[in-house]
């Protein structure tokens, strides 16, 4: 059982590693499905160490390399695939594309050496930010010109990974307990993005991450 939260941290990144092979081949959609199973991965493998109670400074480690994979190269891999089917005429424009990915780096060493982020969060996480990313190639089905067009492909880089290292405050799906009363926010959070989920899937993920920011900004002003 020791050994189950690592697993669970490998498992984020082999699904990582298999998105990348996907985005790779040109199926940015499917690459989203595995983008989903890291995340869940990496939900679990930090509740199953807090449940047995097991400190590890390797697994610490272990999770940063794998988000590192899952949540930062990744979401860079397929901008730059987006970059390149857009129409942009620019040779070297699709590299922009790994912005997200440098930044998601400086985002995972900021929170392992800041103590201000021990129960929430201080800038957007990785695995939020690249669910947003990872919706993109849906988004396209239904505006093409939007999605198509590099500039708003290069204020999309920049502006998430500003969010990646700003200081706006984001909660934690981390309970201590689950009474409605201290979690009223985050159920509702979880509610809603279940229900536009199922609603629109893939496509419904920037509502649900305006949303994450909008009730970050309402919970922390009630604190």
């Known amino acids: 059982m020791f ?9 984020n990144l082999l699904s990582g590693c298999i998105g990348i092979v996907f985005c790779f081949n040109g ?3 499917s690459a989203a499905y595995f983008v989903i199973l890291s995340g869940i991965f990496d939900f679990f493998d930090g509740m199953a160490a807090r449940a047995l109670k097991i400190k590890d400074g390797i697994g610490k480690e272990l999770d ?3 988000d590192m994979v899952s949540f930062g ?5 397929i901008m730059y695939h987006l970059f390149k089917a857009s129409d942009g005429t620019y040779e070297y424009l699709p590299y922009l594309g790994f912005l997200i990915t440098l930044f998601s780096a400086l985002r995972l060493a900021k929170f392992n050496l800041d ?3 021990t129960v929430d969060f201080i800038g957007l996480n990785t695995p939020m930010n690249t ?28 502006v998430s990974s500003y969010l990646l290292i700003s ?5 934690s799906l981390k309970f201590s307990n689950f009474s409605w009363g201290e979690n009223k926010i985050k159920f509702i959070f979880m509610i809603l993005s279940v229900a536009l ?4 899937q893939f496509v419904a993920l920037p509502l649900i991450l305006l949303l994450y920011i909008g009730l970050s900004f309402v919970y922390f002003k009630n604190k």
């Open 115 to 117: 103590t201000r982020q």
């Open 73 to 77: 190269f990744l979401p860079g891999a």
């Open 167 to 171: 200081e706006i405050r984001i909660f």
């Open 197 to 200: 989920f199922f609603w629109q």
């Open 3 to 11: 050994n189950l939260p690592n697993a669970l941290t490998c498992a």
């Open 131 to 158: 669910l947003f990313i990872v919706s993109l190639p849906y988004v396209a089905d239904y505006h093409p010109q939007i999605i198509g067009n590099w500039m708003v492909l290069a204020a999309i880089s920049v």
């Open 64 to 66: 940063s390399l794998a």
């Open 27 to 29: 199926d940015l959609k």
